[in-house]
């Protein structure tokens, strides 16, 4: 009876000793990297200026044109507005992926 209760202890204190490094591999493979890449790629976007040579997720390459934040529905956003070719277009910020030769982390190069 006593060994019973000692076996389903340590039982516990195996899972628990799992669960923890379980933990510990999700932190290390999946939120650290993920936060350290949304940190350069802020960082990035924070030295974008007028005339800078951009290209958005979506594969658009242009020059910035024009840069200002708008309130819509209460939040402020900040739109780039692009010229690519003869067309000119506005899209958000974040959505920029690279500025001149400076790559965003963890976009995919084609």
Request: proline share 2%; charged share 20%.
């Amino acid at each position: 009876m006593l060994q019973a209760q000692t076996g389903s202890g340590s039982s516990l204190t195996w899972l628990i000793f799992q669960m923890v490094g379980i933990g510990l591999v999700f932190y290390f493979l999946i939120l650290r990297p993920s936060s350290q890449a949304r940190k350069k790629h802020a960082a990035l976007l924070t030295n974008l200026k007028k005339g800078d040579e951009v290209m958005t997720s979506g594969g658009l390459v242009g020059k910035v044109r024009d840069i200002k934040e708008v309130e819509s529905e209460g939040v402020k956003e900040t739109r780039v507005t692009l010229e690519s070719g003869t067309s000119t277009v506005v899209v958000e910020r974040s959505r920029i992926v690279r500025i001149g030769g400076s790559v965003a982390p963890g976009a995919r190069q084609g």
